[in-house]
């Protein structure tokens, strides 16, 4: 059983920035981020593989790319979330995500281990 353990949320004003992190009990292939708003269905924000070679393949959904970076630390089994230019849309529960395998990065129902959640809440 892998254990994730987040960290990193807080409240922000719009156009801040804030980093996430989440640390893993071991290695898992795909680690990911996910968030779920009030009344809203939780949904893919970012991904990446693990790679020994170079730093893993990245993923990220439209509405997040080039305001968010995905990154990972393997020697500490972390992965970290960087959110710049924060819009009030994305306040939500941050959720870190994890798989040993090769899948769908963007499917929540492939991922087999899930944090608590940290909230993030931007400010008009």
């Known amino acids: 059983q892998v254990q994730l353990v987040e960290s990193g949320g807080g409240l922000v004003q719009a156009g801040g920035s804030l980093r996430l992190s989440c640390a893993a009990s071991e290695r898992t292939f795909v680690m990911g981020w996910f968030r779920q708003a009030p009344g809203k269905e939780r949904e893919f924000v970012a991904a990446t593989h693990w790679s020994r070679w170079s730093p893993g393949s990245t993923y990220y959904s439209d509405s997040v790319k080039g305001r968010f970076t995905i990154s990972r630390d393997n020697a500490k089994n972390t992965v970290y979330l960087q959110m710049d230019s924060l819009k009030p849309e994305d306040t939500a529960v941050y959720y870190c995500?994890?798989?040993?395998?090769?899948?769908?990065?963007?499917?929540?129902?492939?991922?087999?281990?899930w944090g608590q959640g940290t909230q993030v809440t931007v400010s008009s």
């Open positions: 995500a994890a798989v040993r395998t090769i899948v769908d990065v963007t499917r929540q129902d492939e991922y087999d281990y």
